[in-house]
C-alpha cells in the first residue's frame, strides 16, 4: 500500500464508483487498465462495482479479480438503475475523492490521475471528462444519428449547468463534497446533471477535462428509447428545480392553449346543432374551464398537496372567471381610454389576455392549489 494511503487510516485515495449491468466481459480489461493508469500516477485506489442482478458471470469475475487488486463488489437488488446504483456505490466510498465512470472502456482511466490532480489541488469541486471541450473527441464509429440524439440532449440541458458535454457519465467529485442522497432526485442515467443542478455544482467550479469517448467493444448499451424519454422528464424535473415558477406559469400557458381547443371543439358542434352561437359560447367555456383545472392539478401544479377534486376544480372555476374578468375589463378600458389601443384593438386583447392568465394563474398557484392546504 502507498504511504498517503496509511496515513488516511487505509483508506485509498482514490474510489472509482462504476456502475454495471451485464458487464462481466469488460470488468477484467477495465480493472488492468485502471491498476496500470494508477499505479503510474502513485495513486492508491478500491474499485466499486454497484451491479444490479445482471445474470451474467460478474460475481465470479470479481471474486476472481479481488484476488489481486482492491475491488468491492456491491450487489444490488432494489431501486434499479445507473444513478442510484452510482449514489449507492458512492456511499460506500473510503477514498479522498470520487471517480464515477462507465465499465465498457469508454471512459479512459488515464484521465483519472488529473482529475485528482485538480480537486486536490483545490483547482476545481467537480471535474468532468468532456468531449466537447478542446482535445476532446468522440469516436469515429459513431453514427450521424447518434451524433445529432446527443446533440440535441445536451442543448436541451445546456441552459442548467455551464459545462459543455452535460451528458458525460465521467466525473469526480472529492468525498467530502458528494451530496447527501435526499438531495438528489435523478430519474434515468444523467446523474452527474442532476449532482451539478441538485446540489448546484454547476454554479461553483466544474472543470472540464478532454476525453475520447470510444466506444464499448464488448457488451450491449443499455440506452434505450425508454432511457430517452426518462431523460426528458429528468430534464422537465430539473427545470422546474431550477426555476420553479417559469416552469409553471409556461405548462400553465400550455394547459390554456389545450383549453382554448376544447372551448371551440364544444362550441362548433353545439352551433353545428342549430344552438345560437351566443349560448354555445357560453356553454363552452365550462368545460373548456374544468379541463384546464384538472390539466393544472394534474401537471402545472402536481407536485402540490392534493385537495378534494371536486372543491379544487369548484375554485378553479371561481378564480379563471374572475381571469375571464379581469381579461375583459383590461381589454375594454385600454381601447376605451387610450388612443392607441383604440387604434390596435388586437393588441389590448392580447394584454387583457396576458393580464387575466397572469390573474388565473396566482389565484391558482396561491389559493387553489396552494403548497399548505
Ligand atoms: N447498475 C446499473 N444498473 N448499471 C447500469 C444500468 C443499470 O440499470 N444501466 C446501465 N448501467 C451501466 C452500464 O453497465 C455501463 O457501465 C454504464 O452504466 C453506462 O451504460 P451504457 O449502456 O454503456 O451507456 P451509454 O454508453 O449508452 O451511455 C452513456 O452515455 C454517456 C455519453 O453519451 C452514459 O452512461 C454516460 O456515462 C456516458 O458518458
Ligand atoms: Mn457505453
Not at 479479480?65 to 456491491?74: A, T
Not at 432511457?227 to 417559469?246: G, I, N, S, T, V
Not at 381579461?327 to 392580447?350: H, M, P, Q, S
Request: hydrophobic share 45%; proline share 5%.
Amino acid at each position: 500500500m502507498q504511504p498517503d494511503a496509511d496515513m488516511n487510516q487505509g483508506q485509498p485515495q482514490v474510489s472509482i464508483v462504476v456502475p454495471t449491468y451485464g458487464e462481466a466481459n469488460n470488468l477484467r480489461p477495465l480493472t488492468e487498465l485502471i491498476a496500470e493508469e494508477l499505479a503510474k500516477a502513485g495513486l492508491s485506489w478500491e474499485l466499486i462495482i454497484a451491479n444490479d442482478e445482471s445474470g451474467d458471470a460478474t460475481d465470479e469475475v470479481c471474486a476472481d479479480l479481488d484476488r489481486q487488486y482492491p475491488i468491492r463488489l456491491l450487489n444490488r437488488t432494489a431501486n434499479r438503475g445507473l444513478s442510484y446504483a452510482v449514489i449507492d456505490g458512492a456511499e460506500l466510498a473510503g477514498g479522498q475523492v470520487i471517480v464515477v465512470m462507465d465499465a465498457d472502456m469508454s471512459h479512459p482511466p488515464s484521465a483519472i490521475a488529473e482529475m485528482v490532480r485538480l480537486l486536490e489541488a483545490g483547482e476545481a469541486d467537480m471535474v468532468m471528462g468532456s468531449r466537447n471541450v478542446a482535445g476532446g473527441k468522440t469516436d469515429e464509429s459513431w453514427s450521424l444519428f447518434r451524433h445529432l440524439n446527443t446533440f440535441v440532449a445536451t442543448t436541451l440541458a445546456r441552459p442548467l449547468v455551464v459545462v459543455r458535454d452535460p451528458m458525460s457519465g465521467f466525473f469526480a467529485l472529492r468525498r467530502a463534497d458528494w451530496p447527501a442522497r435526499d438531495r438528489l432526485d435523478p430519474i434515468g442515467y444523467k446523474i452527474a446533471l442532476d449532482i451539478m443542478v441538485r446540489a448546484r455544482f454547476s454554479r461553483t467550479r466544474v472543470r472540464e477535462i478532454p476525453i475520447y469517448f470510444a466506444d464499448r467493444k464488448i457488451g450491449e448499451s443499455k440506452l434505450t428509447m425508454r432511457e430517452q424519454l426518462k431523460y426528458l422528464r429528468h430534464l422537465y424535473r430539473l427545470y422546474r428545480f431550477r426555476w420553479p415558477r417559469p416552469v409553471e406559469f409556461m405548462m400553465f400557458a400550455l394547459v390554456g392553449l389545450s383549453g382554448v381547443i376544447v372551448d371551440v371543439g364544444v362550441y362548433l358542434p353545439l352551433v353545428g346543432l342549430g344552438l345560437h352561437h351566443e349560448i354555445a359560447r357560453a356553454i363552452s367555456y365550462w368545460p373548456a374551464t374544468l379541463s384546464n383545472g384538472l390539466l393544472n392539478r394534474a401537471f402545472t401544479f402536481g407536485d402540490r398537496p392534493r385537495g378534494a377534486i371536486g372543491v379544487q376544480l369548484f375554485q378553479y372555476s371561481i378564480v379563471a372567471s374572475l381571469g375571464f374578468l379581469v381579461n375583459w375589463g383590461c381589454y375594454a378600458l385600454l381601447t376605451r381610454n387610450v388612443d392607441f389601443f383604440a387604434e390596435y384593438k388586437v393588441l389590448a386583447l392580447i394584454a387583457g389576455i396576458l393580464a387575466g392568465m397572469m390573474f388565473t394563474f396566482s389565484g391558482a398557484h396561491k389559493l387553489v392549489f396552494r403548497k399548505r392546504l
